[in-house]
């Protein structure tokens, strides 16, 4: 069936880097926009970056850019956040989700999600 | 950005009644919107697009309207299964943004 599983989060430091994975399997991983999606502990969700199809375009929230990097590795099914300089408003469940639409950079929702995993930022 | 308001932030029901919930832009967003259950400890599920479009799955007693600015989340006959929080999402623009959520409890 089709599955998303995200992987690497954990506790850091603020000031350092983690980087996330999500894993894809049951639909063609290579023909969707993906997005990242997190929730703070309590809060409610928040948007935080998209790639498109081919990992040529990609857009974040403000709160996130310049400090995270959204990418693809097509050939392995995987989507994956690199972020760096962390800080503690950071702290999240991070969600990989499908976008409903084509592949492309058009705004939409999302009809799949991973389970999430966990960063915390603190020292 | 567009900003998404949801209302009430929680309600209390007992199961077989109807629940209502808002969702308001701060600006028009035509049927760019998406509704979201969420359980607690869980990934959000989709449930809604397009304003009104009921996802594969999802039970008829779910319904969503409206156009523009307001739009409704409408759960007919609420389930045990059905209490969770519910989340609003405009598709209209980036940045995507999210309501505040409605909890759904038991009453």
Same mark, same amino acid.
């Given at each position: ?30 023909? #969707? ?24 375009? %990609? ?38 989700? @499908? ?10 929702? #999302?009809? $799949? ?11 | 950005?567009? *900003? ?19 969702? @308001?832009?701060? *600006?028009? $967003? ?7 259950? *969420?359980?607690?400890? %869980?990934?959000?599920? #989709? ?59 038991? %009453?």
């Amino acid at each position: 069936q089709v599955e998303l599983g995200e992987s690497g989060g954990g506790v850091v430091q603020p000031g350092r880097s983690l980087r996330l994975s999500c894993v894809a399997s049951g639909f063609t991983f290579s023909s #969707f926009a993906m997005h990242w999606v997190r929730q703070a502990p309590g809060k409610g969700l928040e948007w935080v970056a998209v790639i498109s199809f081919d990992g040529d375009n %990609k857009k974040y929230a403000d709160s996130v850019k310049g400090r995270f990097t959204i990418s693809r590795d097509n050939s392995n099914n995987t989507l994956h956040l690199h972020m760096n300089s962390l800080r503690p408003e950071d702290t999240a469940v991070y969600y990989c989700a @499908r976008s409903v639409g084509s592949g492309s950079l058009d705004p939409d929702g #999302f009809d $799949i999600w991973g389970q999430g995993t966990m960063v915390t930022v603190s020292s | 950005d567009i *900003q998404m308001t949801q209302s009430p932030s929680s309600v209390s029901a007992s199961v077989g009644d109807r629940v209502t919930i808002t969702c @308001r832009a701060s *600006q028009g $967003i035509s049927t760019w919107l998406a509704w979201y259950q *969420q359980k607690p400890g %869980k990934a959000p599920k #989709f449930l809604i697009n397009a304003a009104s479009s009921l996802q594969s799955g999802v039970p008829s007693r779910f319904s969503g309207s409206g156009f523009g600015t307001d739009f409704t989340l409408t759960i007919n006959s609420l389930q045990p299964e059905d209490f969770a929080t519910y989340y609003c999402q405009q598709a209209n623009s980036f940045p995507l943004t999210f309501g505040g959520g409605t909890k759904v409890e038991i %009453k």
